[in-house]
């Protein structure tokens, strides 16, 4: 088995990676940011029915927001989908003589109606994409500190740029690359290499394991800033974190429970960066979720089905020492138990000056007893 896996690390991140990252103020992680986040879609929705359908009145936590929103938001990917049958059932219905003569006006108010609705539905899901930007952008990076924190972790888990490194991602900001960059790493995240970088190129995420060991791949499993889906299909990569409707829909997966890449509007660069990350993780050494909830039904079956459990580790991660106690931590803990059993926990500070290099070092030995 250990001869079968090429790949010294898979580094996968989550929001507690990159919230200590921010330049004017910590990049938020999941809680913090769907507060905000819910905040902002109540003051976007005037309308008392719009709230309704939401249900985001009320103190609630990370998980529950997100299988609130996802629900709303498949809610709307069916609303939009059913446009066909609202159309065939206006041609029907002016077909009947009988409904035509007792609702003669029935047939254009249903259109209305439809049309109304969707133009409504649309604003918001506009307002959303503003709001989720502005979340992420506005902080900047502080790209020294970046460096020296994930500087030290790869030291500590002997990767340097002769390497064969792997380096996925659940967020859709640029912290992890903006680090790896400044540490020397060539980086790959579906953006062919230019001699004049342009700022609008074809994204080509199919083959990023390719070079592993030449340079790190990069997956942004729930896209990524500034990556849009245009009409024709292809998604573009806008290098940049700003926001702008007129280049396309933005390739970045909102917060829902189910994770379900199917009905999502570029479902297939996510499948394909999804496959990838399965194939890294049948082929590395050592496995480290780093900074994740674990929140993720597709993540935990990926790293259930393709890591022995004795090359996996799970960071517990906190802001400060006295927090690494705190019940907040609790769901991670269980999350943990509950779906890989007795693995390596590495409770940990991750920021500029992080902690847990004891329990890193152990699973380090033990992963050296493997090979």
Known sequence: MADDRDIDLVLITGAGASCAFGQLRQLPIMDGWS?????????LSENMAFRKMIDLEGEIDGPEFERRLGSF???????REVKPLVKASLDLSTTRQEFRMRMPSQASALEEWYSTTSNAIEDL???????????????????????KG????????????RSRFVFATTNYDLVGETALARLGYRIDWGRPPQLQPS??????????????????????????LGWYLRPDGTVRDMQGGSYSKQWGTPVVMWPDDEKDASSYVATGVIDMLWGQLREALGRARKVLVLGHSL??????????????????????????????????LAPIRDAVQRNFGTIMTIPMVFGPEPTGVDQLRLWMEDIEQLD
């Open 295 to 328: 929140h993720d039904r597709f993540l935990v079956h990926a790293l259930r089905e393709q890591v022995p459990a004795e090359r996996l580790a799970v960071t517990i991660c906190a802001e400060s020492l006295e927090e690494l106690s705190s019940p907040r």
């Open 73 to 79: 938001l498949r809610q709307v990917q069916a609303f």
């Open 125 to 147: 899901i506009e307002g959303l994409n503003v709001i989720l930007y502005s979340l992420f952008d506005e902080p900047g990076i502080n790209d020294f500190a970046a460096a």
């Open 199 to 224: 700022p609008d190129v074809e994204l080509r995420v199919e083959r990023l394991l390719g070079g592993v060991g030449s340079y790190v791949p990069v997956p942004h499993l729930h896209g990524r």
């Open 150 to 161: 994930f500087g030290w972790l790869l030291e500590e888990l002997g990767i340097d740029d």
């Open 35 to 43: 507060d905000a986040l819910r905040k902002k879609i109540i003051d």
